[in-house]
């Protein structure tokens, strides 16, 4: 199969004027809280951010994608936003954002900023004045107020739940101390919805795209992208006939849900796209949208945001036919709607993938939580674990995963092999998903731990004050000192993995080479380079050709089990 796409030389000073430096770029996710913490009040910061620069530039990443840095009370981890225009002063100025996209820029690598459209905080000045303005007020059209049903409005709008467990819908109380109007929200009660039919709403996000793109930002990584635009037409659905669930568009494949997915948000986003057409190179965007695969690449459109994630691998099994389904529908996907894949299997709101892998098989589907709740993870289970596996598994998936055409997802500490951390004290735990669920779901908060750059000390290097999620005694072995210059280690093994990509990489073409083994995927990318991996236990004989890497020691000509090789 071959995906003949727009070519993309990702390589030295090409990259910065290129406006295709996204179709392949390997994009590394920060987190910025969980970091690396420069004034010690146990938070990552922005300067923290700035001072690992050159282990960014080592490490051999395109892009950093980073997660909201926002003013922000941290209801949801910073996707609560007080203010879009300003960094939080908990993580430093707009200045130190400057300094840091400067020294990013100055090592060649990109800046996406994250962007949360579909609802703010309860703190923003939009919803403090709407609380404090009466019904039907213009302050009140910016977010999505209604009546309560029964006699005294005591009953919620609809039955809608929210994302994070609970209703979707909160009351509040009027000015003049009377209970009053519910307002929805998709999740956190803290996380009010915008109502995007208002175009004030519309203009100020064009506002604050401009206002970035200005500092310098390359591109911006949109939240819940399908979630913005709602058909609140009355009588609101219920939850029965919406199919028993309100949490997602999965099974919506034709725009008719209210409020997950439908036709109208793209209008949005060509907007937005006039926007990110104004500068040289254009801005680009990727759309975090958890909607039926067959409508993924309507996000993904050139005259849209221009690239969404996909996260069939995410939750895929670690097995050879998924996979290779996968890709292929995938690749054909991106071919199709002009936009590149993209790949991910860690980020901020899964389980991560060394874990995932080391759990019995089914631990991939385990990820999509053992209640269907989507993306909202249940923890792993320590008893199951086979942490050695799964950091085996891990470094072969994600070989892989470079040498895919299109666009690799990297999450922070995944270079470091780090596994989940699964038994966080229930009084320290932070994510709403744990709240509002009465623990049923334990929630995010285990792969948000901030990351061990020193074997041991405070907080093993990520602050000298402490770290906001605590970090376990065993997070020192999988520290960066502990891995820097060790042949074979994790940290290693991703610089020459992302080393090479850089200099293999070059039309998005792929064509599969047939094994006889069904436990075995090959296939070629142009230029010779090839990718071997073994899904099985038993070891296989390796295709003729030069390796060039592989995530973990091969023996002799033969491919051991859970293990990848790129040959040439
Ligand atoms: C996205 C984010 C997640 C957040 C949610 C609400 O899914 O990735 O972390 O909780 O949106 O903003």
């Known amino acids: 199969m071959s995906n003949t796409a727009t070519l993309a030389t990702l390589s030295g000073s090409d990259l910065a004027a290129d406006p295709n430096w996204w179709r392949q770029a390997a994009v590394y996710q920060i987190y910025p809280r969980s970091f690396s913490d420069s004034n010690g009040d146990g938070l990552g910061d922005i300067k923290g951010i700035t001072a690992k620069v050159p ?5 051999g990443i395109d892009a950093v994608w980073l997660s909201p840095f926002y003013p922000s009370a941290l209801a949801d981890g910073g996707y609560d936003v007080d203010d879009y225009r300003d960094v939080d002063p908990k993580l430093g100025t707009l200045a130190d954002f400057d300094e840091m996209s400067a020294a990013l820029h100055a090592a060649g690598i990109k800046l996406i900023a994250d962007i949360v459209p579909n609802h703010s905080s309860d703190r923003h000045v939009w919803f403090q004045e709407a609380l404090a303005s009466p019904r039907g007020s213009d302050a009140r059209e910016r977010y999505i107020f209604r009546d309560g049903k029964g006699e005294h409005g005591e009953i919620p709008p609809s039955d809608w739940e929210s994302v994070f467990g609970g209703p979707a819908w909160e009351r509040i109380t009027e000015p003049d101390g009377t209970p009053g109007q519910w307002y929805m929200h998709i999740f956190a009660k803290e996380q009010p919805d915008l109502n995007w039919s208002n175009r004030e709403i519309r203009d100020d996000f064009l506002k604050t795209l401009r206002f970035w793109s200005d500092r310098g930002v390359d591109g911006f990584r949109v939240d819940v992208a399908h979630a913005l635009t709602k058909d609140l ?3 609101l659905l219920s939850r029965l006939e919406l199919g028993g669930t ?20 793209h209008e949005i986003y060509v907007e937005w796209r006039e ?13 975090e949208a958890w909607v039926h695969a067959s409508r993924r690449a309507r996000y993904a ?8 994630f996909n996260f069939d691998l995410l939750q895929a099994d670690f097995a050879a036919d998924e996979f290779r389904e996968i890709i292929t529908r995938n690749l054909a996907e991106a071919t199709e709607s002009g936009a590149s894949s993209t790949w991910v299997f860690s980020n901020h709101d899964v389980v991560r993938h060394a874990t995932r892998y080391g759990l019995p098989q089914g631990g991939g589907r385990h990820a999509k939580g053992q209640d269907g709740k989507g993306w909202l993870l249940a923890g792993a289970p320590a008893e199951d674990l086979d942490v050695e596996l799964g950091l085996r598994r891990a470094r072969a998936a994600t070989l892989l995963m470079l040498a895919l055409p299109g666009s690799a997802y990297l999450y922070q500490g995944e270079e470091l092999g780090l596994q989940e951390v699964g038994d966080i004290p229930d009084a320290e735990r932070q994510d709403p998903t744990f709240f509002r669920n009465k623990g049923v779901e334990i929630g ?23 770290a906001h999620l605590p970090q376990p005694a065993w997070f020192g072995r999988y520290a960066v000192t502990a891995q820097d210059g060790t042949e074979g280690s994790t940290l290693e093994f991703y610089r020459k993995a992302l080393k090479l990509r850089r200099e293999l990489q070059t039309s998005e073409e792929l064509e599969w080479l047939e094994t006889g083994h069904a436990g075995v995927l090959h296939f070629r990318r142009h230029g010779g380079w090839q990718s071997v991996t073994n899904f099985g236990h038993d070891a296989v004989e390796l295709p003729a050709g030069e390796v060039l890497t592989s995530s973990g020691p091969l023996d002799g000509r033969l491919l051991p089990g859970n293990t990848t090789v790129w040959l040439r």
């Open 246 to 265: 309100s949490d997602g568009a999965d099974g919506f494949d034709d725009g008719s849900h209210p409020f997950w997915d439908r036709d109208e948000v």
């Open 444 to 466: 995010r908060d285990g792969c948000r731990v901030p990351l061990p750059w020193a074997t041991d000390g405070t907080s093993f290097g990520f602050g000298d004050g402490g």
């Open 275 to 287: 926007v990110f057409n104004e500068y040289t190179p254009p801005r680009t965007a990727v759309a």
């Open 301 to 308: 459109s050139p005259a849209g945001l221009g690239q969404a």
């Open 233 to 235: 037409t009355e009588p």
């Open 55 to 59: 282990y960014l530039k080592d490490l």
